[in-house]
């Protein structure tokens, strides 16, 4: 028995038991048949039935006004094809390349190997986002979850403006707080005794190693670079000769390594110079011991490295010399640990195996230096690069005289903190290097 409806939310008909179809007629002309475009639904129930079949229409007609295209929906699409649609046509314009990297990087790992990714747009609900939730942050940190959540609700709300599901879902689920006992002592102790930055006994065998060059590691004079600078890794990587300033004892920091996908597809994966975090400049004062790194690496630069066009200050030594890639450098840094018996802190954790990496440098800089007598902690943010402390006018004389005594870890630690030869030696060393390479430019081009 069909029932009929003059105000155009369509007829509806008990098909079997529990199942109902319903007929919806569009006002606006199917462009195929020039005829009003009909949509037909199914539900368990009649209030069911004929909802779908009026999202569907209203869904059609949106896309159809707005952007003239005849689609027909496939009620077969799952969400993860939904979320894959979105982060390419809504979130990869408004980011930059190397973010979009890591944000499809992120929900291939926490969203589409989840049942969410694989549900239909009609079985979504508060409930099934809801366990989602709970799922995730159960297993990785409040950090790691954030980005996978944000997106599901931008996804959500833009489902119900295109009228493909009828609520927010994924806005009205609530991920449950991880709830942690305050008197449970295993785990208390196991925070504690987790190691966070470098020891003082760690820095030395770092310094030490670097000035014997027992084992002619490529990575420890990077280590002592990183612990004396704060750099983070990726901007260390795209640090070209043009932006150190040894009159001023500055380097400026203008770029950093990100990765990409090199076309639109995905797949294949390409490294780049990007803007740095905050897209913001900043400068770094350099002490007497970074002074030296910068001459040492110069010097293996121009040994090993047989053409640099990007006129980097440590690229690889290898064709196509190119900027070192986070990964390589970590793969080094780990083995020069081991060698030098430097204990990282490895531990099970929730995501896999951990240890302290070559980001920890930077935090080892940035404890030590907040940390030790009479700090300025508004300096060392602003030589970090903490955003929240990005002083426009950070060219000032003040502010490199500021710097200027940060304590750095050598400072701190190191007895002979000073170069074992003097600046002024150093200071002639590389104008004999920019000599030498003025002259094997002049070379290049007489060839």
Known sequence: MKTRKSNGEGSCRKIAPGKYECVIQSNLINPKTLKPKRFMRRGSTEKEARLAAIMAMQAWEKEYKNNGNDINFKKTRILGEYMTEYMEGKVKGTITDSAYYSYYRSMQRYFHPYRISKFQLQNLSVKAFQDYYDEITQKYSKKTCSLPIQLCRRLCKDLVNRCLIPEDYASQAIPKKEVIDEYNRERQEEEEQKKKVFSREDIIKFYNEWK?????????????????????????????????????????????????????????????????????????????????????MQRRTSTYCKENKDDLLYPVFRKPYRARSNSTMEIGFKTLCNVLNIDRGVQQGKNGIKGLCLHSLRHTFITYANTASGNNSLVVSMMAGHQQWVNENIYTHENIEAMAQIQTPGKLFIDDAKPKHSIEIDDKDYQEFLEFKKWKEQQGKKS
């Not at 084992?215 to 640090?239: D, I, K, P």
């Not at 203008?254 to 400068?283: C, T």
């Open 212 to 296: 014997s060059h027992l084992h002619n590691s490529q990575y420890v004079v990077v280590a002592v670079f990183l612990l004396e600078t704060g750099l983070r890794a990726q901007e260390f990587a795209a640090l070209q000769n043009s932006d150190i300033d040894l009159e001023k004892n500055i380097i400026t920091i203008k770029r950093a390594v990100g990765k990409r996908f090199v076309d639109e597809d995905g797949g294949k994966v390409e490294e780049y110079l990007k803007v740095p975090k905050n897209k913001k400049q900043r400068i770094i004062y350099l002490s007497d011991i970074a002074k030296e790194c910068i001459a040492d």
